[in-house]
């Protein structure tokens, strides 16, 4: 079965810093990938996903992620941080096995400090 | 406008009383799925429906069940509550098109406690 890992449970930078969340997935083969933000009391919503059409994927508030097969990544990163990113971060990946299940890493809160 | 919602969006109850908690979309999907949410845990697949009348297991679903009976629901039914049912649920759908990498839509979310 696939699986997401996400280290870090709580990342914390500066606004005007670099956000790196890191996601590595287990598969083998070449798994659909997502990255979800969730806002306080909201639900999830999509930033960015890797159909495997490009290798970085540029989502929406200048989030984006590189998929690296070599190192089995999907890190996201945000050259400049802002205080409206501060939210929990959730990595997925799509089962290919014809079951259309999801797997959801256990998230990353990020934490901007002025 | 296109929306996940769910009802209620919180509830208190007590261990073995039968709850439903439903979830309509206005976006025409065929695909709904249902997560729980706990600390240090994510989301967890509970239930997942390809179109009515198909559902299948995601990777929790004990204690829960779903029916799909209509393309816009997708309640899902606790019939004898426990504590370890507490958590934060939400609803989710996308269309089939495309499946497995369409992107999901997610509801409100519903805070459930189970004393």
């Known amino acids: 079965a696939q699986s997401v890992t996400q280290l870090g449970s709580h990342v914390s930078v500066s606004e005007g810093a670099l956000v790196l969340l890191r996601c590595n997935y287990s598969s083998s083969v070449p798994p659909y990938l997502f990255w979800y933000v969730q806002y306080p009391n909201q639900g999830l919503q999509l930033l960015l996903k890797?159909?495997?059409?490009?290798?970085l994927v540029k989502g929406i508030n200048g989030f984006e992620a590189e998929f690296k097969k070599s190192e089995t990544s999907f890190h996201l990163t945000k050259p400049s941080a802002h205080m409206s990113d501060a939210a929990e971060y959730f990595c997925a990946v799509s089962e290919l096995s014809g079951t259309y299940k999801y797997i959801f890493g256990t998230g990353t809160r990020l934490k901007v400090l002025a | 406008e296109a929306q996940v919602t769910q009802n209620p969006r919180y509830l208190i109850t007590v261990t073995g009383k039968k709850l439903t908690v439903t979830c309509s979309q206005n976006m025409n999907h065929e695909y709904m799925s249902w997560y729980r949410q706990d600390p240090g845990l994510g989301l967890r697949q509970i239930y997942y429906s390809m179109n009515v009348e198909v559902t299948d297991k995601g990777d929790v679903p004990e204690g829960y069940k779903v029916s799909r009976k209509e393309k816009r629901n997708f309640p899902l039914i606790l019939e004898s509550p426990s504590p370890n049912q507490t958590s934060l649920y939400f609803c989710?759908?996308?269309?089939?098109?495309?499946?497995?990498?369409?992107?999901?839509?997610f509801g409100p979310g519903t805070r459930l406690l189970v004393l």
């Open positions: 890797y159909t495997s059409a490009a290798t």
């Open positions: 989710a759908s996308s269309s089939s098109g495309t499946l497995p990498s369409v992107t999901q839509y």
